[in-house]
C-alpha cells in the first residue's frame, strides 16, 4: 500500500514538472525567454508559482534542463530508428544518427532555434535524470560500437563531443542562414569530416 502511495506521489510529481517543461517550452519559442517571466510559465501551466521552485532554480535553469532534455530526445529517437535500420558499418552508424537528426530539426525550425548549438548538451550533462537514465544513449552505442569493430581512439570521448559539437555548430548555421551551404549541400562535407575524425584518432 505505501508504495502505491509512493508511486502516485512521484507520478504526481513529474506530471506538474511537465506540465511546467511543456508551458516554458511554449512560451519561450512564442515570447522568447527574456519576455516570459515565472508568473507566465506557472499561470499557462496551472500551478501554483511556489511548485515552481520545487523543480528549477528560475527560469535560465528551465531553460537549459529544456534543451537537455530535447536533445536527449532526438538523440534517443534517432538510436531508435537505428536499431530498426540494418547499418553494420560503424561510422555509417554515426553519420545516421547526425542525418536523422539533421532531417527532424530542419523540419521543425522551432526546435533548432530554442537548441541552437547545444545539442552536445543531450550527452555532456550534469542532469541526464530528466531522461530515462536506464536506456542506453549515444556515448554507450558509440564507445561499444569502437570495441565491436576493433576501432582504437586515443581519447573516444573527446573524439564524439568533437563529433557532436562540429555537427550541432554547423547545422545550425546552416539550417538558419544557409551558410556555408543550405542543408542539403552541406551534409556530405560535415558526413566526410565526421569519418575523418574518426579515422585520424585512431
Do not use: C, W
Amino acid at each position: 500500500m505505501r508504495s502505491i502511495i509512493i508511486s502516485k506521489i512521484q507520478e504526481k510529481k513529474s506530471e506538474k514538472e511537465n506540465k511546467i517543461l511543456k508551458s516554458a517550452y511554449k512560451l519561450f519559442t512564442e515570447k522568447g525567454i527574456n519576455s516570459t517571466s515565472i508568473q507566465d510559465i506557472v499561470d499557462d501551466a496551472g500551478i501554483a508559482k511556489g511548485t515552481f521552485y520545487l523543480y528549477f532554480k528560475d527560469k535560465y535553469d528551465l531553460q537549459n534542463k529544456l534543451i537537455i532534455k530535447k536533445s536527449q530526445m532526438l538523440f534517443q529517437n534517432a538510436l531508435n530508428s537505428i536499431n530498426k535500420n540494418v547499418i553494420k558499418n560503424f561510422e555509417d552508424q554515426i553519420i545516421f544518427v547526425i542525418d536523422y537528426i539533421i532531417d527532424i530539426v530542419s523540419k521543425d525550425k522551432t526546435l533548432i532555434n530554442f537548441i541552437e548549438k547545444d545539442l552536445s548538451l543531450g550527452i555532456y550533462s550534469d542532469v541526464n535524470e530528466i531522461i530515462n537514465s536506464n536506456k542506453i544513449g549515444i556515448k554507450e552505442i558509440f564507445l561499444k560500437g569502437l570495441k565491436e569493430h576493433n576501432i582504437k581512439l586515443k581519447n573516444p570521448d573527446v573524439t564524439l563531443f568533437m563529433i557532436i559539437e562540429l555537427a550541432s555548430s554547423t547545422i545550425f548555421t546552416s539550417i538558419t542562414k544557409n551558410k556555408p551551404l543550405p542543408i542539403n549541400q552541406y551534409k556530405p562535407y560535415l558526413y566526410d569530416a565526421i569519418r575523418r575524425i574518426i579515422k585520424e584518432k585512431q
